[in-house]
């Protein structure tokens, strides 16, 4: 069985940070890319990160470039998002997702993923 499971959300204070774990089973995780993507209430779905097997190859939406970091254990079958200087803005439920491809350093569509967990909340308190 399949299966991507986000942990380490919860309620931050705008300006902390949080990090953010998708472990994976069920499928070969090295031949996949996985992103992370966030849907907050009453908007579409965001790409935010994309990293490649090869964790040299990554790609980070505009919003957050800078203020978070995209890592992969590939012993571990595990992606880490670490995000720093929260914003508000940042609330949302994060999701991960596994695509059989390669992110050429930008976010793979999302219609292009495989496999997707149940997804984590954010909340960033003001």
């Known amino acids: 069985e399949v299966q991507l499971v986000e942990s380490g959300g919860g309620l931050v204070q705008a300006g902390g940070s949080l990090r953010l774990s998708c472990a994976a089973s069920?499928?070969?995780?090295?031949?996949?890319?996985i992103g992370w993507f966030r849907q907050a209430p009453g908007k579409e779905r965001e790409g935010v990160v994309c990293?490649?097997?090869?964790?040299?190859?990554?790609g980070y939406a505009d919003s957050v470039k800078g203020r978070f970091t995209v890592s992969r254990d590939n012993a571990k079958n595990t992606v880490y998002l670490q995000m720093n200087s929260l914003k508000p803005e940042d609330t949302a439920v994060y999701y991960c997702?596994?695509?059989?491809?390669?992110?050429?350093?930008?976010?793979?569509?999302?219609?292009?993923?495989?496999?997707w967990g149940q997804g984590t909340q954010i909340t960033v308190a003001s």
């Open positions: 997702a596994a695509a059989f491809d390669v992110c050429a350093s930008k976010i793979i569509s999302d219609w292009a993923y495989d496999y």
């Open positions: 069920g499928f070969t995780f090295d031949d996949y890319a």
């Open positions: 990293i490649s097997s090869d964790d040299g190859d990554t």
